[in-house]
C-alpha cells in the first residue's frame, strides 16, 4: 500500500520567506510526526499529533514554526520568515498507534522528506 | 542532558566484510532502542530493542542491548554494496521522547 508521502520534495526559499510543507500519513494513522534534521546530524523531534489534536509541540524551535493537522490526516508544517538555519530535511512519520506511550515511535513509518534550503 | 552517541560517524569496507556499529545512551527512563537505515531520505526500520541480552536477526543482520553498559550494536554480516546507507539509533524515554544519533555513514566499496 501506498507509504507516507511528503510534498514537495524539494523546496529553495529566500530567507524571509514563509514556506508550507506537506505531509500525506499512511491512511488511517492516528499519530503523526514531524522531524527536523541537519545536515550530518539525526533527525530532532519537533510535534506530535493524535488524528488532529496537538499533543506535543515541544521540540518546535521558534514560533515561528507552527503545525496542522486539522481533520486528522493530512499535516502541514509552515515556518515563518526562514532563516538560514531553518535549512534542514524535514521528516514526517506516521503510526496506527495512538499515544506516544503506547508505543507510537516504535511503529512509525517515515516519508521521503521535504529538503529546505533557505538562501 | 539525555543524549544518544553513535560510533564510528563513517566506516568504508570491502564487500564481504563484516561491521559492527555502536550505540550508547545517556537517558533518565529508558523504554526502547531503535534502529534504523536510512538510504536517501527516509528511515526504514530494522529493530527494536527493550530488553538486554536477547539478539535480534534479521537476514544478515543483527542487534544486542546491553542495559548494564548503556548501549547497543547492530552488525551486518557479508556486507554488500546495497548496505551502504547511514544507520541511525534512537532511543525512546519512558516520558514520551526520542532522542536519535547523529548516524553511522556505512559506504561498501565493490
Known amino acids: 500500500g501506498a507509504g507516507v508521502s511528503q510534498s514537495p520534495r524539494y523546496k529553495v526559499a529566500k530567507r524571509g520567506q514563509d514556506v508550507a510543507l506537506r505531509c500525506d500519513p499512511i491512511s488511517g494513522h492516528v499519530s503523526l510526526f514531524w522531524y527536523q534534521q541537519a545536515l550530518g546530524q539525526g533527525p530532532e523531534f519537533l510535534t506530535y499529533?493524535?488524528?488532529?489534536?496537538?499533543?506535543?509541540k515541544s521540540g518546535l524551535p521558534s514560533d515561528r514554526f507552527f503545525a496542522e493537522r486539522p481533520e486528522g490526516s493530512v499535516s502541514t508544517l509552515k515556518i515563518q520568515r526562514t532563516q538560514q538555519e531553518d535549512s534542514a530535511v524535514y521528516l514526517c512519520?506516521?503510526?496506527?498507534?495512538?499515544?506516544?506511550?503506547?508505543?507510537?515511535?516504535?511503529?512509525?513509518?517515515f516519508g521521503p522528506g521535504t529538503r529546505l534550503l533557505v538562501l | 542532558e539525555d543524549k544518544v552517541v553513535q560510533s564510528p560517524l563513517s566506516l568504508v569496507v570491502h564487500e564481504g566484510d563484516t561491521v559492527t556499529l555502536n550505540c550508547s545512551y545517556e537517558v533518565t527512563n529508558f523504554r526502547s532502542l531503535l534502529w534504523y537505515k536510512q538510504e536517501k531520505k527516509a528511515p526504514t526500520f530494522l529493530f527494536m530493542l527493550?530488553?538486554?541480552?536477547i539478539e535480534k536477526k534479521s537476514g544478515r543482520l543483527s542487534s544486542i542491548l546491553d542495559k548494564k553498559e548503556l548501549s547497543s550494536i547492530l552488525n551486518i554480516t557479508a556486507t554488500q554494496t546495497g548496505d551502504s546507507a547511514i544507520y541511525l539509533c534512537?532511543?525512546?524515554?519512558?516520558?514520551?521522547?526520542?532522542?536519535f544519533g547523529k548516524g553511522t555513514r556505512l559506504h561498501i566499496l565493490p
Open positions: 512519520a506516521s503510526s496506527n498507534l495512538s499515544g506516544t506511550s503506547g508505543g507510537a515511535f516504535e511503529t512509525q513509518y
Open positions: 499529533f493524535q488524528n488532529e489534536a496537538q499533543l506535543d
Open positions: 534512537a532511543v525512546v524515554e519512558r516520558d514520551d521522547k526520542i532522542i
Open positions: 527493550t530488553s538486554s541480552g
